[in-house]
């Protein structure tokens, strides 16, 4: 098999499998720009899974489903956001809280829904003469929808927080939330809506797993994506290209997994499946270490913020 | 029309009322949250909480095997809020239990003939050695580098998970066992005894004999101080002279080995082998038992207990077609309500009509 | 007849503990510098929060223009022409100025600071004579630049009230100078200036009228006449105020604390010290006078062992203590006052009897081989709080409750009861009332007649002139300066301060270096 044999899925199946840790990331990465850490990714992930599978299946529609693992995703996010910024609680426990409860109220309700297929999973659709570039068209264009939106997710979000007036306000939310206020600028419910929002990325990241990687519903099927995601952000340093290169890098360690075999190394699956986690640990480690802990993390990250506090 | 707003006065020291009473309003909430949702999705809420009741609490057998869940709770919520009380956010205990459960259970496959007073020793300190070593891992990097512990533990636990997997349905696959992902059966020697005929056993001892220690030394020793010190001041403990580094290390490690125990506990005094999935999630529970009891090492016993009867409840409720996740998400949403039931502990309420007076005085 | 501008009627506000505005009224004109002069702890800085709407107030009356307002949040108040620069400022450390300034704008556009934007601005420090470079990030601006970001910002927004919260605090005399003919330009211009502070010859200097708090009550107001010293300090105080201390006069001893050409970094990895020269001796308070941010607080943290000396020798008692462990040098018997009273001195959610014996928990008199000796804490803690007049309620509460003041005679009692050989401390009295600037004070007099070398490390010359037996000065890591109380001249360490060399003393003989 020539490299290219080789390269060319491998690289496609990296995106695909990048892509739901891409939205999750996402979606973290937004909720802590604003200065609030939410741990409940992989709740949230699950959560809008089951949601937006069942909707699916109900509906014979994928699209609502993926409406409905927003709400969903968002829905479940609000409780964190609700706890953390009007009640301050200690975000770090919520978040945890949050996974907790999202794992169960995902397999509570997907019960009924185990082994049922979707009729109508979101399906491979070539972006035209896109998906005839040598090399890059069928890493990048031979994929589903989901995909295709969230090249252009990563490009919003980009362009947002970088260039305009909003996309300040959100960085610096979370830089100096003290600032804002004394500007005149509602944090907590700037906060709120990044939280809610960022929940709703998430939800969506789960609903790819469910509607289109799988394409089915099982329980815990996130097997720690949602963590994956926490991390990528911390060494995507925050930055949503660097998020979309990291999530694919994570795919391209899920991917490579199966192919291994092709290429002859013979590797017990379980240690093949440990791939992503240990990496993301080295990873991590890595990046921190080389920072010396002066990390550009966002200064306020995981406080609570209150107004008249003495 | 009268327009009342409510702000949140931040108190200058924490009710001790509210303290006590919060979570047992969370409790009761959850209860009645998770009961509306019952019903939202078809079911009978009180039929299922009296089903989870009287098969948790309310019979013998339910009672033994509450305890029998509540141990292992008990012992990994201990070790987690060790770590918890220095602020490090240990979530790897369940990885610390997998670990535990196994370097526990090489000496029996391995030794199969040593006297039982080498074998039980033994596997203690093989449990509590690969807990507090997995935990290390973590605590090295947060030491040195100030790499996030959660994450780091957090991934870890998949590993374990998966490295146990490995082994089960691997090199230590019981050649007896109609290729199940089961080690072969520990012998009599490496099996915790119980409590007279029950399945309660031993493990219960080291988990309060670890709950009365723990209450020591956070409250009266010099190390406890350290750490209390250390936990809720990294700038100041530094300045007082303490050696943060070495105590990271020193609590991470106790704080895995602890959990490492449990995972011993579980596969001697109860499995009586290490197989494929030995924890249904202690290790996460631990983290809500322990923020429950507010790190208080003998509240924690208590808590685990009425987790540990959530989940037989749990499991029971499966026979009249009830998810058992139902248990989980109890949980969950008690750990909410105490989370934001805190805020009555911190904060006053106040009230204030729509001229802006102070209808709470 | 000047109509007023904005009036405060009747403000209350309270917080747990502690009524902070009791019933206070205000008036301030168009056109005019207003002191609002008070000593800590008088109030003058929580109404003014209540005007710039970042409290809301529990009873009175705001009124703009004759018009009542309610302020439900900052944006309120800015909406009216009220800008306040905080003496934290709020400004975001990775951002430019450009940025900082058109953040949290309402409306306009969309996208980012444009060319337009940017004239605008530009046009505004022309107007004003202040200078501000558009594109410099903040973290890279000196405080006084930093300051003028503020201000413009404000004025940005159209304030018409300019409300600035001690400004001076971290400026040099120049800079301070320099501050006062802007905000001169400002008023004529005819912006409304309110100052607060509880410097007097500042309100001698530049006020029109003086509002004077004491106690969170109003005690005066004084008209562009009557402003005198004499008569700010009886509103102030209600009573006389020492203005120089007696001091010992016995002759100091030998070298206890050297610093050998000590170089280090700082957070940032930039350095902070540069051959840093000094010694102390024993029985001798030396002075170090400096605007904060010159390498003093990285000075003490290398001295106490939590900073690491690059090259270069700290001595103590002719030992070389230089990266030693922070436990090693205080066994020495070096005590150290931090000027983070209650996120470094002290730990805010542990008691009294937790926080006295921080540094020496582990000594046999406080522990066993495990068990702390919790009658012999208790001991200590009932003697120091006594000894050193803390008033506190009980010896069980977090300690941050305290005030202030109370924080600090903690602090002095714990590290001054451990009979240190050198005590090094900063801004001691940074944040106290009057009362207990007094008590501290004589706490470290009295420190100093126990043969104890003191380093004191202040921006507030007053107090340095009062209490040190030797003047130097810190800039940009160096000392440059060092001479007898007596032969110190104001204006020269202020100078120094700067960064210009004195008359007398050259640090570097090729450039005077004036900035």
């Known amino acids: 098999m020539s490299i290219q044999e080789f390269l060319i899925p491998l690289l496609a199946a990296s995106v695909i499998a990048g892509t739901p840790i891409l939205y999750a990331a996402l979606g973290e990465l937004i909720t802590e720009r604003a200065g609030i850490i939410n741990l409940g990714v992989e709740g949230i992930m699950l959560v809008g899974a089951v949601s937006g599978f069942m909707v699916a299946v109900t509906s014979g529609n994928p699209w609502f489903g993926l409406l409905a693992s927003m709400m969903a995703g968002g829905a479940v996010a609000l409780i964190h956001a609700f706890l953390t910024i009007t009640l301050r609680a200690n975000q770090v426990v919520s978040g945890l809280a949050l996974t907790i409860f999202g794992t169960g109220l995902s397999g509570y309700l997907g019960k009924a829904y185990i082994g049922i297929p979707v009729e109508n999973p979101f399906s491979v659709m070539p972006l035209g003469p896109l998906a005839d570039i040598p090399f890059i068209g069928p890493i990048f264009f031979q994929h589903d929808a989901l995909v295709y939106i969230s090249y252009v997710l990563v490009l919003v979000i980009w362009y947002y927080m970088y260039h305009t007036r909003p996309g300040l306000n959100l960085r610096a939310l979370g830089e100096n939330p003290a600032a804002m206020d004394a500007l005149g600028l509602n944090v907590f419910y700037l906060r709120y809506i990044y939280v809610v929002a960022g929940g709703a990325l998430g939800g969506v990241g789960g609903a790819y797993l469910s509607l289109a990687y799988a394409p089915s519903w099982l329980e815990n099927m996130t097997a720690g994506r949602g963590w994956i995601a926490v991390a990528l952000v911390i060494f995507a340093l925050w930055n949503p290209w660097r998020a979309l290169m990291g999530a694919y890098l994570f795919g391209g360690i899920d991917a490579l997994g199966f192919r291994l075999q092709v290429l002859g190394i013979q590797m017990s699956p379980f240690f093949l499946k440990m791939l992503p986690y240990l990496f993301t640990v080295l990873i991590l480690v890595f990046v921190v270490a080389r920072h010396k802990g002066r990390l550009s993390t966002p200064g306020a990250l995981g406080l609570s913020y209150d107004r008249e506090e003495r | 029309m009268n327009r009342l707003t409510f702000k949140l006065e931040k108190r200058l020291t924490p009710s001790p009322v509210m303290v006590f009473i919060i979570p047992l309003i969370s409790v009761l909430l959850a209860l009645l949250l998770g009961g509306i949702f019952l019903v939202l999705t078809g079911e009978e809420p009180l039929t299922i909480y009296l089903l989870m009741f009287e098969d948790s609490l309310g019979s013998k057998y339910g009672l033994t095997e509450t305890m029998v869940k509540a141990i292992p709770l008990m012992l990994t919520s201990l070790g987690v809020s060790l770590a918890f009380k220095m602020k490090l956010w240990n979530i790897g205990a369940e990885g610390q239990l997998y670990m535990g459960a196994m370097a526990a259970t090489w000496l029996p496959l391995t030794f199969p003939y040593l006297p039982v007073y080498l074998m039980l020793p033994g596997m203690v300190a093989l449990g509590m050695i690969a807990g507090g070593l997995w935990a290390l891992l973590t605590a090295i990097p947060r030491a040195i580098w100030k790499v996030n512990e959660i994450i780091t533990t957090l991934m870890l636990n998949y590993v374990a998970i998966l490295w146990v997997d490995f082994l089960v349905y691997g090199p230590w696959r019981d050649p007896n066992g109609s290729n199940f992902p089961i080690t072969a059966s520990f012998v009599e020697a490496a099996r915790l005894p119980g409590l007279g005929n029950s399945r309660i056993h031993t493990g219960l001892f080291f988990a309060l004999a670890l709950a009365v220690i723990l209450a020591i030394v956070f409250k009266y020793s010099r190390w406890g101080y350290s750490i209390n010190v250390i936990g809720s001041s990294e700038r100041a403990a530094r300045y007082a002279g303490m050696n943060i580094k070495r105590n990271i290390l020193l609590v991470m490690f106790l704080s895995g080995a602890i959990s490492g125990l449990a995972g011993m506990a579980e596969v001697s005094g109860i499995i009586g082998k290490l197989q494929h999935g030995i924890s249904p999630g202690y290790g996460y529970t631990a983290i809500i038992v322990a923020w429950l009891s507010k790190l208080n090492p003998l509240a924690i016993l208590i808590v685990s207990i009425l987790f540990g009867a959530l989940q037989v409840g749990g499991y029971a409720v499966q026979l009249v077609g009830v998810p058992a996740t139902v248990a989980t998400m109890l949980q969950g949403a008690i750990l909410f309500f105490v989370l934001g039931g805190e805020v009555f502990t911190n904060y006053r309420v106040k009230l204030f009509s729509e001229k802006g007076e102070d209808l709470s005085k | ?392 309620s009980s010896l069980h509460q977090p300690v941050k409750v305290l005030s202030g003041g109370n924080l600090q005679k903690l602090l002095l009692a714990r590290e001054i009861s451990s009979s240190p050989k050198l005590m090094v401390v900063i801004y001691p009295a940074r944040g106290l009332d009057i009362g207990a600037t007094e008590a501290v004070h004589k706490l470290l007099l009295e420190l100093k007649t126990r043969r104890t070398a003191i380093l004191l490390i202040s921006e507030d010359l007053d107090e340095i002139f009062k209490l040190a037996d030797r003047v130097g000065v810190v800039y940009n890591g160096q000392l440059t300066g060092d001479f007898p109380v007596e032969q110190a001249d104001l204006e020269e360490v202020g100078l120094l301060m700067t960064g210009s060399c004195s008359t007398r003393e050259r640090v570097n003989d090729d450039e005077p270096a004036h900035i």
């Open chain 3, 1 to 392: 007849m000047n109509q007023s501008l904005i009036q405060l009627k009747g403000i209350v506000k309270q917080f747990p503990g502690v009524l902070a505005n009791d019933h206070v009224d205000l008036d301030i004109r168009p056109g005019e510098i207003h002191a609002i002069l008070g000593e800590n702890g008088s109030g003058k800085s929580t109404l003014m929060s209540v005007l710039a709407g970042l409290y809301k107030p529990d009873g009175g009356k705001i009124l703009v223009d004759g018009v009542e307002q309610k302020f439900r949040s900052p944006r309120d108040a800015i909406a009216c022409g009220i800008g306040m620069v905080h003496q934290h400022f709020k400004l975001v450390e990775p951002f430019t100025v450009a940025e900082n300034i058109t953040l949290g704008e309402k409306g306009n556009s969309f996208f980012l600071a444009n060319k337009e934007l940017k004239a605008k601005i530009n046009e505004l420090g022309n107007k004003y004579g202040l200078e501000i470079n558009l594109n410099a990030k903040i973290w890279q601006l000196s405080v006084g630049e930093k300051q003028r970001v503020e201000i413009v910002r404000m004025l940005y927004r159209g304030s018409k009230v300019l409300i600035l919260d001690e400004p001076t605090a971290v400026l040099t005399p120049q800079e301070a100078g320099e501050l006062f003919e802007n905000l001169r330009r400002m008023a004529s211009a005819g912006c409304a200036v309110v100052l607060i502070t509880h410097k007097l010859n500042e309100v001698e200097a530049i006020a029109d009228r003086v509002t004077v708090l004491r106690q969170g009550k109003l005690a005066g107001v004084l008209e562009q006449g009557q402003i005198n010293a004499k008569e700010m300090v009886r509103l102030m105080v209600g009573r006389a105020v020492a203005s120089k201390y007696d001091r010992d006069s016995s002759p100091v001893g030998g070298i206890v604390l050297e610093l050998d050409k000590v170089n280090a970094f700082n957070d940032m990895g930039l350095p902070c010290l540069c051959e840093m020269t000094l010694c102390v001796r024993e029985g001798e308070i030396l002075g170090l006078a400096g605007v904060s941010g010159n390498g003093q607080r990285e000075m003490a943290e290398v001295i106490a062992g939590l900073r690491r000396v690059e090259s270069g020798k700290v001595l103590l008692n002719n030992g070389n203590i230089s990266n030693l462990s922070p436990r090693s040098i205080i066994d020495l018997g070096v005590a150290y006052v931090p000027e983070d009273r209650l996120g470094m001195g002290l730990v805010p959610e542990l008691n009294a009897l937790e926080n006295l014996i921080l540094k020496n928990y582990h000594q046999p008199q406080y522990s066993g081989r495990w068990l702390l000796k919790s009658k012999a804490v208790e001991r200590n803690a009932e003697t120091l709080v006594k000894q050193y007049q803390v008033k506190i």
